[in-house]
């Protein structure tokens, strides 16, 4: 078995088997017992007959022949209707974004923010991308995993957020709870073995001994997977002793 997507509708991470593509539950509660093997590129994907082509190229998770990126496709050509948003992550990190208007919230989801706000509507994507970049110029248009993890048990900075939105007409806004209930910081690491806690955008929350892990699903693409609880022996938070 081979880690070959992540499915951003619900939580599940797409597993191929001898071709076939299955759906691993990341649904809160669920137990996971999975080592990671070797890691090569992911291959090719047929979403729609459900099939996968393996590659042996040791890149990881795509090779140059199957190169795709993790987030959705470029808008800047597209004719719908776009929408620009302003995206805040705990707890004081913000960013401007770009989405077709009809997927608003669940790109906002999709990239695990906390809170939310519609800035404009447009008619097509390249005048949302110039729109974007003017407000990157001061706000930014990309928020590194890594710094989204770092504030996963705390709140939003009330006071920050709010003096973001003075500078900007708000169409709506929108407030996130992905129920993670947590109280210390997940300790970082790559792993599918515990007790899922939920996920926030890509990030999966696994409890295994007590310390809850934060794990960058992109990292699992393209590993072989074992079915055996891997046993190695990994950081622990402060509140497991």
């Known amino acids: 078995m081979q880690v070959v997507a992540a499915d951003r509708r619900d939580p599940a991470l797409l597993v191929a088997s001898d071709g076939h593509l299955d759906r691993l539950s990341l649904a809160?509660?669920?137990?996971?017992?999975?080592?990671?093997?070797?890691?090569?590129?992911?291959?090719?994907?047929?979403?729609?007959?459900?099939?996968?082509?393996?590659?042996?190229?040791?890149?990881?998770?795509?090779?140059?022949?199957?190169?795709?990126?993790?987030?959705v496709q470029s808008n800047a050509d597209s004719q719908e209707e776009h929408a620009v948003y302003l995206a805040a992550f705990a707890p004081d990190v913000f960013k401007v974004g770009v989405t077709r208007s009809w997927r608003l919230e669940t790109r906002l989801r999709e990239q695990g923010a906390d809170r939310a706000?519609?800035?404009?509507?447009?008619?097509?994507?390249?005048?949302?991308?110039?729109?974007?970049?003017?407000?990157?110029?001061?706000?930014?248009?990309q928020v590194r995993v890594a710094t989204k993890i770092a504030g996963l048990h705390r709140s939003v900075?009330?006071?920050?957020?709010?003096?973001?939105?003075?500078?900007?007409?708000?169409?709506?806004?929108?407030e996130f709870d992905y129920g993670l209930d947590l109280d210390a910081r997940p300790v970082s690491e790559t792993l599918l073995t515990g007790t899922v806690r939920g996920t926030k955008g890509r990030v999966l929350?696994?409890?295994?001994?007590?310390?809850?892990?934060?794990?960058?699903?992109?990292?699992?693409?393209?590993?072989?997977?074992?079915?055996r609880a891997d046993e190695r022996a990994l950081q622990s938070s402060l509140g497991s002793f």
Not at 131 to 139: C, F, M, R
Not at 157 to 174: G, I, M, Q, Y
Not at 205 to 227: I, N, P, S
């Open 28 to 71: 809160p509660g669920t137990d996971l017992s999975y080592t990671l093997g070797e890691r090569h590129c992911v291959g090719q994907v047929d979403y729609d007959a459900e099939r996968h082509d393996a590659c042996p190229n040791p890149e990881a998770p795509y090779c140059p022949v199957h190169s795709v990126p993790w987030s």
């Open 205 to 227: 929350l696994l409890d295994r001994g007590g310390t809850t892990y934060a794990v960058d699903r992109r990292d699992l693409l393209g590993y072989e997977l074992a079915e």
């Open 157 to 174: 900075d009330e006071d920050a957020w709010n003096a973001l939105l003075v500078d900007h007409r708000v169409v709506e806004t929108f």
């Open 117 to 141: 706000a519609h800035i404009h509507t447009v008619s097509d994507g390249r005048v949302a991308r110039d729109l974007e970049a003017d407000v990157a110029e001061t706000v930014g248009d």
